[in-house]
């Protein structure tokens, strides 16, 4: 987790480095456009669709037929992967034009248009490196090393600022509008570190790569007959993002700025539990299925769930009523102005009301494919598009909510998606509720949060909403965070919750624990 924490804090600080730099302009406006193609890419295949199906069938293939065979497997994906990505990236700089005129940047004026169509071409190649990085990063987590493939999202981030400061400053010594292509080329390279970091490792458990062109492989089609309809099954709150923030480009200046910080804000707490949950959750249902003990199945999936909301419930009404003081002290800086926090810190607002939904789609979603049902959450993906569109449009023309409509449709799709998916999986091994203390965990987990809720919302009404001037704001997040964390830590505690003396025990192993070899 600490890994993913840092991806995720490097990730704002290279967000926050852009907004000082840029602002909440049409130049920024672009630059999401243009990383919005790539980013989704990214999202499906470095944390979705790729990952998912190649670990659950890599974990198979070690489980059943040893290493040797699951190496052969790793090297057949990595050739056709590379093959079809250079293909997808050459269309994708073709046809760059196409895709921003008539699709994300529809709502654009002519020369924001050209803009975002030049930045396109120069991100596609980002997804050539994150693509054959996800496989490097399941290949690794089946074999039980997760620190280095978290990590390798903080190297990203962490040359993305650098390159793309340096890259800035030679296109624009004062960091004006063409800096921006600086920092274009500067996220491809820090796509490219990402991938080739992870390398070494993989080497030091065997792997030997070998141009492998058994097109027609069992193994290797098996992966992709995962892979395809789970890029549909996970693929719903990103495809919903993209669409939404079409939406936005019809909006002013900087809508979609705001709605891509808020978003990245979101984000956070998903990162840090519901990725790493689900993460660590998915080699261990892949083996209980391939054992066929279900039993076993049933208990990991309760536990990744209760763990997810015990962490995320919390972090989502921590970020509603600190969403302001927290834009504010991330964002507001250089170009970056108090009435595009506002704007920013509503957006995060409507965001957080899914984000424990969102964090349980990364748990639930991955143990379809381990069952090997990956049309389920196709079916329900496909619904969850269907509905975001109803949503937003009731939502701007009946009730006229403006660019807010945006998440809270996002929102409402994400938690209507978590009631599909358990129902679904009951349907398969009963009640997933059976042997478990789960009924008893949501009754104690309503109390807590009504009990939290009312602890963030005195502080906010009583403190944080007298208070500005960065000084104030970061003396007022740095105490209140640390007083929230003992709170409901406390409350978590008197009330019985296990999840209490699962994080202790974590954290003393942790912490007494030697450095592992394999990690």
């Given amino acids: 987790m600490a890994a993913i924490m ?11 480095v852009l907004n000082m730099v840029f602002g909440a302009s049409h130049i920024l406006d672009a630059f999401w456009t243009a990383f919005r193609i790539p980013n989704l890419l990214r999202d499906l295949l470095a944390e979705g669709a790729l ?32 093959v079809l990505l250079v293909l997808v990236c050459a269309l994708g700089i073709a046809f760059s ?30 997804i050539i ?14 074999l039980g090393s997760f ?81 395809l309809p789970a890029v549909a099954g996970v693929a719903a709150v990103q495809i919903n993002v993209v669409v939404n923030a079409t939406w936005a480009s019809y909006m002013g200046e900087g809508a979609v700025t705001y709605f891509s910080n808020a ?38 999936v309760v536990e990744g769930l209760k763990l997810a909301l015990f962490m995320t419930v919390p972090a989502s009404l921590g970020l509603f009523f600190m969403a302001e003081p927290l834009v504010g002290v991330i964002y507001e800086h250089g170009r970056f102005s108090h009435e595009d926090t506002v704007a920013t810190a509503g957006l995060l607002q409507a965001f957080t009301l ?20 990956p049309k389920v959450p196709v079916m329900i993906s496909i619904r969850a598009i269907f509905l975001n569109l109803l949503f937003t449009f009731v939502f701007i023309r009946g009730f006229g909510m403006g660019l807010v409509a945006l998440p809270l449709s996002i929102s409402l799709v994400a938690v209507i998606n978590i009631f599909q998916l358990t129902f679904a999986l009951s349907r398969k091994l009963g009640s997933i509720t059976t042997g478990t203390d789960f009924v008893g965990f949501l009754f104690k987990m309503i109390l807590l949060t009504i009990c939290f809720a009312g602890f963030m919302a005195a502080l906010h009404f009583g403190i944080g909403n007298r208070l500005s001037g960065l000084g104030s704001l970061l003396v007022y997040i740095a105490a209140a965070v640390p007083l929230a964390c003992v709170f409901y ?31």
């Avoid at 670990?55 to 590379?82: I, V």
């Avoid at 249902?285 to 066929?292: D, F, G, I, L, W």
Wanted: charged content about 20%; glycine content about 10%.
């Fill in 6 to 16: 840092g991806s995720r804090v490097l990730g704002l600080v290279r967000d926050a």
């Fill in 51 to 82: 990952s998912v199906s190649f670990t659950t069938t890599f974990s198979k293939k070690m489980e059943k037929e040893g290493k040797a065979e699951a190496f052969l497997l790793a090297n057949r994906m990595l050739t056709s992967m590379s």
């Fill in 97 to 126: 034009e196409g895709i921003v005129v008539h699709t994300i940047g529809r709502g654009f004026d002519p020369d924001k248009q050209r803009l975002t169509i030049e930045l396109t071409r120069i991100l596609f190649p980002f």
């Fill in 129 to 142: 490196f994150v693509s054959l990085a996800a496989v490097y990063m399941g290949l690794l987590n089946s």
């Fill in 147 to 227: 620190g280095l493939p978290a990590s390798a999202s903080t190297v990203f981030n962490f040359t993305s600022i650098l390159s793309g400061l340096g890259f800035g400053y030679l296109y624009d010594p004062h960091l004006g509008p063409m800096a921006i292509y600086g920092f274009a080329w500067g996220t491809v390279l820090g796509g490219a570190a990402q991938l080739i970091i992870q390398m070494p490792k993989a080497a030091g458990f065997g792997l030997r790569l070998r141009p492998r062109f058994d097109w027609k492989h069992p193994d290797l089609i098996k992966v992709y007959q995962l892979a």
């Fill in 263 to 300: 978003f990245r804000l979101m984000q956070l707490p998903i990162g840090l539990f519901g990725v790493a949950i689900g993460t660590v959750v998915l080699p261990s249902v892949s083996r209980s299925a391939a054992q066929e003990n279900m039993h076993h199945f049933r208990l990991r």
């Fill in 354 to 373: 899914g984000l424990a939904g969102y964090a349980c789609i990364k748990v639930l979603a991955p143990t379809f494919y381990a069952l090997d049902m």
């Fill in 489 to 519: 830590f406390y409350l978590a505690y008197r009330l019985g919750f296990d999840e209490v003396d699962h994080l202790v025990a974590a954290v003393r192993r942790r912490v007494g624990k030697k450095p592992d070899k394999q990690d």
